[in-house]
């Protein structure tokens, strides 16, 4: 039996029809499992590339809002300070004692809000961006708002303090170190050219 098998197989066509039939076979059951496979994989990467691109334009998101946010609570803070130096440095003092009122009351939150923002710039910004912010807020707004309450608190004194040194600071080097600050945070960020 297996001689006669043999020499069946001897033959070429024989052969022939062999290897056609097993390839068919393998070739209809192999070829949609490797494309299963693949399909798969191709699949799985899909998603990690989608999920990757969410999660990067998240990130972009809540990186364009700490620009906003900040740049809003800077310039608020930066605005209702002038207010106070420019009126009193006008001899408006009516429009000069509402200045100060205003700045008094909104002072707190606009100081936390930039102090949120800061916060914020530790996750999602790089550590540059973060230490520029802090030393914006250490160590030139606390100071000036200290300034600004020394200052008027010498008007109410019956002292003649320099308005307009303090209002040529706030509008000059003060509003220049915002900006500086509010550019760098933007590059830092890839968010400005």
Known sequence: MWDSISKAFANPLVQSLTVALVTGVLTGILVPVVKGKVDAQT???????????????????????????????????????????????EGQHVKAEAAWQHYEEGAWDLFAKFRTEISRSARVSTPNAHDRLRRLY????????????????????????????????????????????????????????
């Open 43 to 89: 699949g799985e990467r899909q998603k990690r590339l989608e999920a990757a691109l969410a999660r990067q334009t998240r990130v972009i998101e809540t990186q364009s809002d700490l620009l906003r946010e900040t740049a809003d609570a800077l310039w608020s803070l930066r605005m209702s300070m002038l207010k106070v130096a420019y009126y009193w440095q």
């Open 138 to 193: 250490y160590d030139t707004l606390i100071p000036l708002d200290e300034r600004l309450g020394r200052t008027q608190r010498d008007q109410l004194d019956g002292k003649h303090p320099d308005w307009n040194a303090l209002y040529t600071d706030i509008f000059g080097t003060i509003s220049d170190d915002i900006e500086a600050a509010l550019l760098a945070l933007g590059r830092e960020l890839q968010l400005s050219a």
